[in-house]
């Protein structure tokens, strides 16, 4: 189960990893659950979109939402391989000059960071120890859409986390990851004023889109 796309600070995140992962993103195209979110958000009206892309690895979701109409994009990661992987991914596809990059904890950052039209955490959130600092300060940030992929809450994924986190703890890395509780996350969502648009469900992971 992998709970990291791009903003985990403490895991061995390298060239090779991120080159990897844009290999794999270029032969097979988004994952599952990043579909799903892209094809939630693809029935909105994004043509025209600015968008936030927090923790996005090698750039999924805004190499695909730009393909799809929208104008802009941000992405903040604090992986610079990952970074440096979803340039090179936007040099080659031809919009580089509509997306910037910014290196760092988005938490920090987040001060410095325009609000934009869509927002985006895909498996960002069980990255993070602090959920509701992480999910106030994006969704603060949505003019119209968030959209957000997390663990669900059950056995399974709490197994599959616990076993996940223990070979973490062998090879003797800081990085943990989260199961914050699904209600949770809608609370704090909707703290910010948004509301529940739709919920698709996998095995593993919950897709969620809210809007303004």
Not at 109 to 134: F, G, K, W
Request: aromatic content about 6%.
């Amino acid at each position: 189960m992998n709970c990291c796309q791009g903003e985990c600070r403490d895991l061995p995140f390298d060239d090779k990893r991120a080159a990897k992962d844009l290999r794999r993103y270029r032969r097979k195209g988004p994952d599952k659950t990043t579909r799903l979110l892209l094809e939630a958000l693809g029935a909105e009206d994004i043509r025209g979109a600015a968008l936030l892309d927090v923790g996005g690895g090698v750039g999924v979701v805004h190499h695909e939402l730009l393909a799809a109409g929208a104008q802009s994009a941000v992405q903040v990661d604090a992986a610079a391989p990952y970074l440096r992987a979803a340039r090179a991914e936007a040099e080659r596809r031809g919009h580089a000059g509509r997306v910037t990059f910014r290196h760092g904890d988005f938490v920090a950052l987040a001060p410095e960071i325009a609000a934009a039209d869509v927002v985006t955490l895909d498996r960002v959130i069980c990255c993070y120890p602090d959920m509701e600092q992480l999910v106030a300060a994006s969704a603060s940030r949505a003019r119209r859409l968030y959209g957000a992929v997390f663990p669900r809450e059950t056995r399974l994924v709490r197994a599959a986390l616990a076993l996940g986190n223990l070979a973490l703890r062998v090879r003797r890395s800081a990085f943990r990851a989260y199961l914050h509780p699904p209600a949770a996350i809608d609370a704090a969502v909707r703290r910010q004023g948004l509301r529940l648009r739709s919920v698709r469900d996998t095995l593993l992971w919950r897709v969620a889109v809210y809007a303004r």
